[in-house]
């Protein structure tokens, strides 16, 4: 089948301060073995030479999209503005650190094309943690030697396994849709970060399916979003974003089912406050508990 005649997929590579890798990240999307795709590519306001480096590589693929910032307005804004731009049927939101391996978007659009699900929303996969050196370090999901996963991952309305646990979906890996996306009016930006929420809100309203095979290899670096979950500095505004989309999750839930697995996230979150010595987070917490108890036990 001609390229044209696939589904057109946006890829969009937000950076910054990722001089070191965002060449190695840009070749991996050129280089798909899925050739219907535009690639919109946002920095930032870095403050290092990626600019640079991306006006050189543009040189000879003029037909990539960049836009730069003049203020540094943090990943949720940043895609939401690109999205606006994009023209695909399908959105991948990916980390100027990151490699899209050979056959990512082929197997994502395969997957939506010939997925049992009919009114599905998102597709993701499992993913190989790399260091700076590109050595890897482990997989997202558990795997045997024929790098599949070794327990069943779930499909389908998967609401309530999200809201019980933060593993479910691996957005690093994930691909959904553009119609998706602007029906939930996108990224919440007044979050430190956008994942989990997203997921939680796409899950309520659309099916969700996951693809056995490695897709992506995430950079693990010091000074990512990822390892800021780990530094007290940042925690507070993580924890504190957690508590925002857990009440949301809390106005999302049907069923009583849904309630306890969202109580489980909640005493899990009291602990980690508690332990952060941020009392404030702990008493809202506490207060989110005591309704969801309510409305288990009417």
């Given amino acids: ?14 950076c910054y301060n990722h001089e070191q890798f965002v060449i190695e990240t840009l070749e991996s999307v ?5 050739t219907n795709f535009e690639l919109i590519i946002v920095d930032d306001c870095s403050t290092d030479t990626s600019v640079e480096k991306i006006n050189h590589w543009l040189q000879n693929n003029p037909k990539c999209t960049f836009i730069q910032n003049q203020q540094n307005l943090g990943n949720t804004k940043s895609f939401n503005i690109a999205a606006q731009r994009a023209k695909g049927t399908y959105l991948i939101d990916l980390a100027a650190d990151d490699l899209l391996l050979p056959n990512c978007i082929e197997k994502q659009v395969k997957t939506f094309e010939t997925s049992a699900y009919k009114n599905l929303g998102l597709v993701y996969g499992n993913v190989q943690n790399i260091n700076e050196s590109n050595e890897i ?13 070794l327990t069943k991952r779930p499909t389908g309305s998967v609401f309530s396994n999200i809201i019980d646990s933060g593993k479910t979906i691996c957005s690093v890996s994930a691909m959904f849709t553009k119609e998706a996306f602007l029906k939930l009016n996108g990224f919440d930006e007044k979050l430190a970060y956008e994942d989990l929420d997203f997921w939680i809100r796409l899950s309520r309203v659309y099916e969700i399916d996951f693809i056995d095979a490695i897709l992506v290899q995430k950079r693990r670096v010091s000074n990512s979003l990822g390892s800021q979950f780990h530094d007290k500095s940042y925690s507070k505004r993580i924890n504190a974003s957690t508590l925002i989309i857990l009440n949301k999750a809390y106005d999302l839930c049907e069923s009583k089912t849904e309630y306890r697995n969202l109580l489980k996230r909640i005493h ?31």
């Fill in 137 to 149: 370090i482990d997989e997202y999901f558990m795997v045997n030697q024929d790098n599949k996963v």
């Fill in 268 to 298: 899990y979150e009291i602990q980690l406050n508690y332990k952060n010595n941020d009392f404030g987070l702990v008493i809202e917490s506490i207060l989110l508990k005591l309704k969801t108890e309510f409305k288990i036990l009417i």
């Fill in 1 to 14: 089948m001609p390229a044209e005649n696939n589904p057109l997929v946006s890829v969009i590579c937000l």
């Fill in 30 to 34: 050129i280089s798909q073995t899925y």
